[in-house]
């Protein structure tokens, strides 16, 4: 015989509960069937001349699996979208273009006779304003890009204007013709050229618009030189 003092005796008791069914629908309290086998192991005797009640508290826990089933019904949902850009996509022509040595105010002037830069000749630091001009359909949303390279020297550091160096306007569009006109101008600074060598330099040079949907063009392309006055 072991003599138990008085008072609680706690145990733990672990469960493994393979199958749960929800036997009422789910718009209504739910009602949980398991089968749950424990066992317990003799934990002492005491002497007694009356039977003892024994108290037992339990828990459980696990992962619960249910199938549900929704009367017919709507479903309503609510979309918020935001778009930043809305690109046309119906096919147009490509729009085409001219870049001229001379700035805008001269290009802009009725009849102006503003000479081609492709095959123009540039000293060496100086500063040599450009413009363009370009004709088309759905042009709003798209971008100048200037990329000038050097033929002497595929490595050396490109010639780009674009963004903020490029000053471009909004399209303007011919009552009659439907036509969009929108013209532009930048810089060759001195910065760009200073640090050639004193032989002339030949580049070649495209100017390209794109609009960051997928749609460029390249409007301009050609050749410059680039010569030592000293």
């Known amino acids: 015989m072991t003599n138990l003092a008085s008072g609680v005796i706690a145990s733990t008791t672990t469960a493994d509960i393979s199958t749960i069914k929800i036997r009422k629908n789910f718009g209504k309290p739910g009602v949980i069937a398991t089968i749950t086998t424990a066992s317990v192991g ?3 005797k005491k002497r007694s001349v009356k039977p003892d009640a024994v108290a037992f508290t339990s828990g ?3 992962t619960l699996k ?3 089933h929704f009367p017919a019904g709507a479903i309503a949902s609510v979309t918020q979208s935001q778009v930043k850009f809305f ?3 119906s096919p147009v022509a490509p729009p085409k273009g001219s870049l001229h ?3 805008l105010s001269t290009l802009l002037q009725p009849g102006s006779s503003a000479p081609v830069f492709s095959g123009s000749r540039l000293v060496r630091g100086d500063l040599t304003p450009v413009s363009f001009k370009i004709q088309g359909q759905k042009l709003d949303g798209l971008n100048a890009e200037f990329t000038a390279k050097r033929k002497d020297d595929p490595l050396a550091a490109p010639i780009i204007k674009t963004g903020s160096a490029i000053h471009q306007t909004d399209p303007a569009v011919d009552n ?5 006109t929108v013209m532009g101008s930048f810089y060759i600074e001195p910065a760009d050229t200073e640090d050639f060598p004193d032989s002339e330099v030949e580049l070649s040079f495209v100017l390209k618009f794109s609009d960051g949907n997928g749609r460029v063009y390249t409007v301009v ?3 410059f030189t680039v010569y030592s006055a000293g």
């Open 221 to 223: 392309s050609g050749s």
């Open 101 to 103: 040595r001379a700035d």
């Open 66 to 68: 249910r199938k549900l």
């Open 87 to 89: 690109l046309n996509v």
């Open 176 to 180: 009659q013709t439907k036509v969009e």
């Open 60 to 62: 459980l826990s696990g």
């Open 42 to 44: 003799a934990l002492g």
